[in-house]
């Protein structure tokens, strides 16, 4: 099962970061520089420069508490950074809304799990698809033929999106009902339905099995070369982390303490120190 | 078991079934009426269980299903009501034909309750929670004394609007419409049944349709998870300002449909306690459930009347009433009783009891 995925060779960029090869030439679908938060006296986040090429599978990883929930939470919105700038496409998002982010192109998913649990997992994608079908309320309200078409595009969408995790079948099941890992699967799908450029996983790997994992390994990748966009993942897993992550980001108590490939990263002395402990767990 | 449907067929299902109670409802009724089986007290009922309906719905989809608590829904059917009567009285010689003056005495009436939604609204929809229903409650006594001083009369120069008696200041021929604290009368009764029973079924289409759309799914996603709706790109303040103004559109014709059914309406009727009222209507019909709001306004309204026998102690009555249906309903026990006794019921019972153990 230790089965070896393709990696892209990183090279480094002007930013003083690294990106993969095949991305070199394109402008990095992110950009943070000097991005920090405070709550009250706590600072959460600080300093941090993150740049993510078009394509990349970037890993953020650290110890509990050590802020990279903050991190996504900043780079979505749900709370305003109090320093920094994050590029998006290189368009600066300062002052948008979690919405307004995520129609430029960031979705993401949940640590814990948020699925609309009363709706069914047809309707959860449908949700997503929010911004991608259109048609306005009114003719929802009167069933103008614009309802009629729009809604067959949206199912035939959602059911192509589901398939990614051949979750046809349970397209009219409760979302709420499926079991955890198909939960988690289900939150991925919503956030790729809104048709984005840059997709955070947090923890997508949280409660499966190594089988389960495995898939999950083989299915990012496979979003990734579909739908040509760059994810960025936090997790626990290092087995997942350490197989497919390009980039990887080493957070301790909100500061960046390592940044690099997954060999660097394991070798390097802060990181084993800080996260790793003695050297006895990981790799 | 029952052959599982799809939810797609069994919506369908749903909402045909909610249509046909209230046609079915309809023609029962008009048939006694014809035939004098019913009382004149139950008769003069007919018109306010139309409106009642239309406002426990309208209400239903913000407290249900955009699940913001609203304590001022009260307040848009007074706005509804009054400047429909205007519009009536206003309109006596462009109009004659009574049925159309009706139609656009209701259209008026919606239209400048949506208004009185979209601007309350603004300021409502920032907050979230027991603050919104406090604010809300704010606004419908605000919109009750506002129209408890409104002097409004109509001559051939138009409408005018004033703050008392002295300040209306009509050409000959004019004729004060709505006076302060005495409220709107010298009007004619314009409504009947079946134009309530067909704004009841517009207002049914209206929200079920509206359910059942882009729109509605996203006022839905809101109401389960506001963070991850917002993460996948739906705007909150839209789309809960949509549920609000079209609640507050059919609040509107609701309360003039209810005001044109009397010769004469005063603003204290729309107070807090008629707020209440048709939350009451909304909670026992079970909240997000469409039908429940219809059967339960229906049956409330009516409910008093039948207890005239027991005059004296017949709000104490209703009060139990009210008590015993709520325990009844929410009792997991209860539920699970009836669940074997009576399996088709009870099974959509203690369906629903879980699903609430769950939320």
Redesign the interface.
């Known amino acids: 099962m230790a089965k070896e995925f393709q990696k892209g060779k990183m090279v480094p960029v002007p930013s003083h970061s690294i990106v993969p090869e095949r991305d070199v030439d394109q402008m990095p679908v992110l950009e943070c520089s000097h991005l920090g938060i405070d709550f009250g006296g706590l600072t959460a986040v600080n300093e941090l420069n993150l740049t993510i090429g078009r394509t990349e599978i970037a890993g953020l990883i650290g110890p509990n508490g050590a802020g990279k929930t903050t991190v996504f939470n900043l780079l979505?919105k749900?709370y305003q950074p109090t320093r920094g700038t994050i590029l998006l496409n290189g368009k600066d998002t300062h002052g948008m809304?979690?919405?307004q982010v995520?129609?430029a192109g960031i979705?993401?998913t949940?640590q814990n799990i948020?699925?609309?649990?009363?709706?069914?997992v047809e309707?959860n994608v449908?949700?997503?698809l929010?911004?991608q079908?259109?048609?306005p309320?009114w003719?929802?309200?009167?069933?103008l033929p614009q309802?009629w078409k729009?809604?067959k595009v949206?199912h035939e969408k959602a059911m192509e999106l589901l398939s990614i995790f051949h979750m046809e079948d349970l397209a009219?099941h409760q979302a709420?009902s499926l079991p955890y890992g198909a939960q988690r699967r289900l939150e991925i799908v919503?956030?790729l339905?809104?048709n984005p450029r840059l997709l955070l996983l947090d923890e997508p790997a949280a409660g499966m099995n190594p089988s389960e994992t495995h898939d999950l390994m083989e299915n990012i990748i496979k979003i990734r070369d579909t739908f040509h966009i760059a994810i960025m993942l936090i997790e626990h897993d290092m087995n997942l982390v350490m197989g497919i992550c390009e980039g990887i980001c080493v957070l301790n108590f909100g500061e960046v303490i390592a940044k690099g490939t997954s060999e660097e990263i394991q070798r390097n002395p802060k990181v084993i120190e800080a996260y790793l402990g003695s050297g006895k767990k990981g790799g | 078991m029952m052959k599982q449907l799809s939810p797609a067929r069994k919506r369908l299902l749903d909402n045909a079934l909610t249509y046909g109670i209230v046609i079915v409802a309809y023609l029962v009724l008009q048939l006694m009426s014809n035939a004098e089986l019913l009382s004149s007290t139950l008769e003069g009922q007919l018109i306010p269980i139309c409106a009642y309906v239309i406002m426990a719905v309208s209400l239903n989809l913000v407290v249900g299903i955009s699940g913001e608590l609203s304590l001022g829904h009260a307040g848009f059917m007074s706005v509804g009501a009054f400047s429909g009567v205007v519009a009536t009285v206003a309109l006596q010689q462009v109009i004659p034909m009574d049925s159309l003056r009706l139609v656009a005495a209701l259209a008026v009436g919606a239209v400048m309750a949506g208004f009185a939604g979209f601007i309350i609204g603004i300021p409502v929809l920032r907050l979230r929670g027991d603050y919104l229903a406090i604010v809300t409650l704010a606004f419908g006594e605000i919109i009750k004394n506002v129209i408890n001083c409104l002097y409004i009369g109509v001559d051939e120069n138009g409408i005018h609007f004033a703050t008392s008696q002295a300040a209306l200041v009509l050409a000959e021929g004019g004729k004060a419409v709505v006076k302060g604290p005495m409220g709107a009368s010298g009007y004619s009764k314009l409504s009947s049944f079946t134009a309530g029973f067909i704004l009841v079924l517009i207002t049914l289409a209206i929200v079920l349709n509206l359910v059942h759309s882009r729109a509605g799914r996203a006022i839905l996603a809101l109401r389960d998870n506001r963070i991850a709706a917002e993460s996948v790109g739906i705007s909150a303040t839209k789309y809960k300002m949509m549920a609000f103004v079209t609640s507050a559109v059919l609040a509107g014709a609701a309360g003039a449909l209810y005001a044109l059914s009397f010769g004469s309406i005063a603003a204290k009727k729309f107070d807090f306690n008629a707020s209440i009222l048709v939350l009451v209507f909304v909670v026992l019909g079970g909240l997000g459930n469409i039908r429940g709001s219809v059967i339960a306004a229906a049956l409330l309204v009516v409910l008093p009347e039948l207890l005239r026998e027991f005059y004296d102690y017949r709000m104490l009555v209703y009060a139990i009433i009210l008590i015993l249906v709520m325990l009844l309903t929410n009792s997991i026990g209860i539920r699970q009783f009836l669940a074997q006794r009576f399996s088709r019921v009870g099974r959509i019972l203690s369906k629903r009891a879980m699903k609430g153990v769950e939320n």
């Open positions: 979505t749900v809304s979690t919405t995520n129609r979705a993401r949940f948020r699925l609309f649990t009363n709706l069914t309707d449908r949700i997503g929010h911004n079908v259109r048609y309320m003719d929802g309200v009167f069933r309802f729009q809604e949206a009219q709420g919503r956030a339905a809104t």
